[in-house]
């Protein structure tokens, strides 16, 4: 080989390398050594391989020492070498060309692969509206797939939203990105979907312009979510209860319009504050630490909390406090909603002390000396004393009531209280029972004796005359001793037997007293004849139900029946229910009684509503025994089911002190009659205990104030006043009252006047049988 | 029966996981399926992973295939494309004729 061809070749930019038919380096020339990283004589002698290539040439990879390869082009072209085939490859580097070209690749792999991973829906348009890409997110949002739209004009813009689309892609055309442009997208079902809509222009490579890219996101879920909020928001602003958020440590984020109404408080005076500032001290460490301990165990408290008001006044709320805990379980917001119940608290207080004092005299009246006598028997029975109980009545009052006038009656029952008060001693009770009748109560005595002393006492105290409208006035007084535990053991033998004993002493000729002594008792009735006759009442026959209405005061219109039983026995005739009643609770027949009356009511009234009358509600009276079935619910459900009465056209009446007496156990069961959407009302309301606490969580509808208030309502201020009362506590818990036994006009007026909802009693209608109701029904 | 000379071993040396060394594992495998069924056993060996080997058994460029088995030890570099050019460079004479009967 000439020598200029030999250097030509040895410094060819391309490596060249001889390879013999065994693979073997026979000549390399310095590009190759470059190329390989090695010396040409390295090379020279070393395994190639025998070069193969399936078009004009092959690609190899030369590996490097530091990870990375090169790449060279070889083309192989046949030759011969000292004496034997040969084979030259030429080698040319093109690692430079491949890197962009790699480079390029993952780039154009990366973007391929975002736009098919890109959660959000990615369309681009030309500018024709046929659509030049549609990823994966479109077709979940959407419902086309990528090769029903691409190349066809664009699904998507609803016909309403052309002329919105056509002002944003123009916008989109002078170069400007549109950012989360709410607005409506059709799918392929033809619903509408709210969507926020990214856009921007499609560049081409060429700078120009080249249709329109869209990236649009589903914000049904958010639309709902503000919606949502907004509700929530209203809410927050507009309810009538305080509430006051604040966040895990227990600093105030937010408060409401009505949290500021209350406490007075402006929202920038409370915020990043604890809400002890609202403490009003009335309550201890131990308190709170309770309301915290229920707090973190249960997620919640509620009860009723003093808190102070800006001005410094503490008042009485209901609490319901609830923790909101993140996915984790940690509290981030405490909510606490409450309402001002000083007005129902106030009520309850006002109730509460008409209840148990007598408004004439402000002495106790016949609740509270129940109550203290029963106290004075416990410590007497306790201690081996006696106590000594007074049954007063006035000789002359009537005389004086007639003659003078209720209100000169009225100063003289006041005067009277005053001087019996003075007669007795510190620890006795002296109580005004209604009337001229008052009640003293002796406790501690240490013989019967004590008493008859006390009882000269008065007697004595009652002799001057009284100055009443500028004239004397002489009343004298009868006092009937009983003791305990020598005239009887419990309140209502030892009331009986007093009174019993100042008749006597009436009959003894006035202005004396006397001891209770044995001898004038009832007969006891047959009971156990009572019961076995009412075992077969049933199913003979016997009983029936009547029915009384509850008229609307305002319209007059009948809209409830009250079902009483009545029981007709074959030989004594009429039973009154307060004779056989209590047999029946007894024995347990109650149980199949009550339901006999609760089926026999709805199946009347089903039929009354059958008949095309206008439709009215029937109250059923319910005895604790019923109540405390813990399937009550259940059969309630059947008979409503069987009889295909409404569950709102019934109501069950049950008495206050058996409500508040079982609270406790009957409350679930309540609360189930309430959701089958079966109405409650309270009866003989204002006669028993009344916790308001209770009565704001019972579901009671209705409260019926009892008929011994209605009575009095002509004469007594007392009842004035608790009718009154009551009528306002049930305005104040939103519920319907209705004034039992109301006899008169004066009475109903009275109610009409203080705005009673609903009355009942013989001023209207005795209670009458179903076919008079009817007849009652179809006058409307 | 075939005896264990029967085996032909083979050892392919790519770089990394690139388009060409995918390629030339494809094409071996089915070269070896179509022409040495049952009787080939072929191991592929990346040399940026196996560095070592690689530089021990003077790997110059990949694709290279080196017929281990049988003696003596033959070895082709370049596009493994063209099953002919393969089966001649790495001197294996396919008995599938001869089988065939």
């Given at each position: 080989m000439?020598?200029?061809t030999q250097r030509w070749i040895e410094d060819a930019p391309d490596g060249i390398v001889v390879v013999d038919d065994g693979g073997l380096v026979r000549f390399a020339n310095r590009a190759s050594g470059n190329l390989f990283r090695r010396d040409n004589a390295e090379l020279v002698g070393s395994c190639f391989g025998f070069p193969v290539h399936a078009g004009e040439s092959a690609e190899i990879e030369i590996p490097r020492d530091d990870g990375d390869w090169g790449v060279a082009e070889m083309r192989v072209s046949s030759s011969a070498w000292e004496g034997g085939a040969a084979h030259v490859a030429v080698l040319r580097d093109v690692t430079p060309a491949k890197r962009v070209e790699r480079a390029l690749r993952q780039d154009a792999d990366l973007l391929a692969s975002l736009v098919k991973s890109l959660p959000l829906a990615l369309v681009a348009l030309a500018p024709d509206r046929s659509v030049r890409l549609w990823n994966p997110a479109a077709e979940r949002l959407f419902g086309w797939q990528a090769d029903e739209v691409m190349g066809r004009r664009c699904p998507l813009v609803p016909r309403e939203e052309w002329p919105a689309f056509n002002r944003l892609a123009d916008e989109v055309a002078t170069g400007r990105m549109i950012d989360d442009f709410e607005t409506v997208r059709r799918n392929k079902g033809g619903e509408n979907i709210d969507v926020s809509l990214h856009a921007a222009t499609l560049w081409g490579v060429n700078g120009l312009p080249e249709g329109l890219l869209c990236l649009m996101t589903d914000i049904r879920e958010r639309r709902l979510a503000e919606q949502h909020a907004q509700l929530s928001d209203k809410v927050f602003q507009n309810t009538q209860e305080g509430i006051v958020v604040t966040d895990g440590a227990g600093s105030i984020v937010s408060?409401?319009?009505?949290?500021?109404?209350?406490t007075g408080y402006r929202p920038e005076e409370v915020l990043?504050?604890?809400?002890?500032?609202?403490?009003?001290?009335?309550?201890?460490?131990?308190?709170?630490?309770?309301?915290?301990?229920?707090?973190?165990?249960?997620?919640?408290?509620?009860?009723?909390?003093?808190?102070?008001?800006?001005?410094?006044?503490?008042?009485?709320?209901?609490?319901?406090?609830?923790?909101v805990r993140d996915g984790g379980g940690r509290v981030v917001y405490y909510v606490a909603v409450f309402s001002d119940i000083s007005l129902v608290k106030q009520n309850e207080e006002r109730l509460h002390h008409l209840a148990h004092f007598d408004a004439l005299t402000?002495?106790?009246?016949?609740?509270?000396?129940?109550?203290?006598?029963?106290?004075?028997?416990?410590?007497?029975?306790?201690?081996?004393?006696?106590?000594?109980?007074?049954?007063?009545?006035?000789?002359?009052?009537?005389?004086?009531?007639?003659?003078?006038?209720?209100?000169?009656?009225d100063v003289l029952l006041q005067k009277t209280s005053q001087r019996l008060v003075a007669a007795v001693r510190a620890q006795d009770t002296v109580a005004r029972l209604g009337g001229d009748e008052f009640m003293v109560i002796l406790p501690e005595l240490a013989s019967p004796a004590g008493a008859a002393n006390v009882a000269e006492k008065i007697i004595e105290a009652m002799a001057p005359a009284f100055r009443i409208d500028e004239r004397d006035v002489y009343v004298g007084a009868s006092i009937g001793i009983a003791d305990y535990p020598l005239s009887g053991e419990d309140a209502d033998t030892l009331t009986k037997h007093a009174d019993i004993a100042m008749y006597r002493a009436k009959e003894e000729g006035r202005n004396t007293y006397q001891f209770y002594r044995p001898g004038h008792e009832g007969v006891p009735r047959?009971?156990?004849?009572?019961?076995?006759?009412?075992?077969?009442?049933?199913?003979?026959?016997?009983?029936?139900?009547?029915?009384?209405?509850?008229?609307?005061?305002?319209?007059?219109?009948?809209?409830?029946v009250e079902a009483l039983l009545?029981?007709?026995?074959?030989?004594?005739?009429?039973?009154?229910?307060?004779?056989?009643?209590?047999?029946?609770?007894?024995?347990?027949?109650?149980?199949?009684?009550?339901?006999?009356?609760?089926?026999?009511?709805?199946?009347?009234?089903?039929?009354?509503?059958?008949?095309?009358?206008?439709?009215?509600?029937?109250?059923?009276?319910?005895?604790?025994?019923q109540l405390r079935n813990l399937r009550f619910a259940e059969r309630l459900a059947d008979i409503l089911a069987e009889t295909g009465l409404a569950p709102e056209w019934l109501e069950f009446e049950l008495t206050e002190s058996m409500v508040m007496q079982y609270a406790k156990e009957t409350m679930a069961v309540l609360w189930q009659i309430k959701a089958m959407g079966v109405r409650l009302s309270i009866d003989d309301f204002g006669t028993g205990y009344s916790s308001l606490a209770y009565l704001k969580r019972l579901p009671v509808d209705t409260l019926k104030i009892?008929?011994?208030?209605?009575?009095?309502?002509?004469?007594?201020?007392?009842?004035?006043?608790?009718?009154?009362?009551?009528?306002?506590?049930?305005?104040?818990?939103?519920?319907?009252?209705?004034?039992?036994?109301?006899?008169?006009?004066?009475?109903?007026?009275?109610?009409?006047e203080h705005n009673c909802c609903d009355a009942q009693g013989f001023f209207f209608s005795r209670p009458v049988a179903a076919d008079i109701v009817s007849a009652l029904l179809h006058r409307h | 029966m075939r005896t264990k000379l029967d085996i032909v071993r083979l050892t392919l040396y790519v770089t990394d996981h690139t388009l060409r060394s995918r390629q030339a594992i494809a094409q071996l495998e089915r070269i070896c399926a179509e022409q040495l069924p049952q009787r080939y056993d072929l191991e592929v060996v990346d040399v940026l992973e196996h560095a070592a080997e690689a530089r021990a058994r003077h790997i110059l460029a990949t694709p290279t295939v080196i017929r281990e088995l049988p003696h003596p030890m033959r070895r082709i570099i370049g596009d493994l494309a063209d099953m002919d050019k393969v089966l001649a460079g790495l001197a294996i004479h396919p008995r599938k004729r001869e089988e065939g009967t």
């Open positions: 000439p020598l200029a408060v409401n319009p009505a949290f500021t109404a209350v990043g504050k604890n809400p002890s500032v609202l403490q009003s001290g009335r309550h201890d460490a131990a308190f709170y630490r309770a309301m915290w301990d229920e707090l973190h165990l249960h997620g919640q408290w509620q009860g009723e909390i003093w808190n102070r008001r800006r001005n410094g006044e503490v008042f009485p709320e209901w609490l319901n406090i609830s923790a402000g002495l106790p009246n016949r609740l509270l000396f129940a109550d203290r006598l029963q106290h004075a028997m416990i410590q007497a029975q306790r201690n081996g004393s006696h106590v000594g109980l007074l049954f007063i009545d006035l000789d002359r009052f009537k005389l004086v009531n007639d003659t003078l006038g209720h209100r000169a009656g047959d009971v156990f004849e009572m019961e076995h006759g009412l075992r077969h009442a049933v199913e003979r026959g016997e009983l029936r139900l009547v029915y009384q209405p509850q008229v609307e005061i305002e319209s007059g219109r009948v809209v409830a009545r029981w007709n026995h074959p030989t004594r005739g009429e039973i009154p229910p307060t004779e056989f009643i209590p047999v029946a609770e007894d024995s347990g027949l109650i149980g199949a009684i009550g339901e006999w009356v609760l089926r026999q009511a709805c199946v009347q009234n089903k039929a009354w509503q059958d008949r095309g009358l206008p439709p009215v509600r029937v109250a059923v009276n319910l005895s604790v025994r009892d008929r011994s208030f209605i009575e009095g309502l002509d004469v007594d201020i007392n009842d004035q006043a608790i009718s009154n009362a009551i009528i306002a506590l049930a305005a104040s818990l939103n519920l319907r009252v209705v004034a039992e036994g109301v006899e008169t006009a004066k009475q109903l007026g009275f109610l009409r | -």
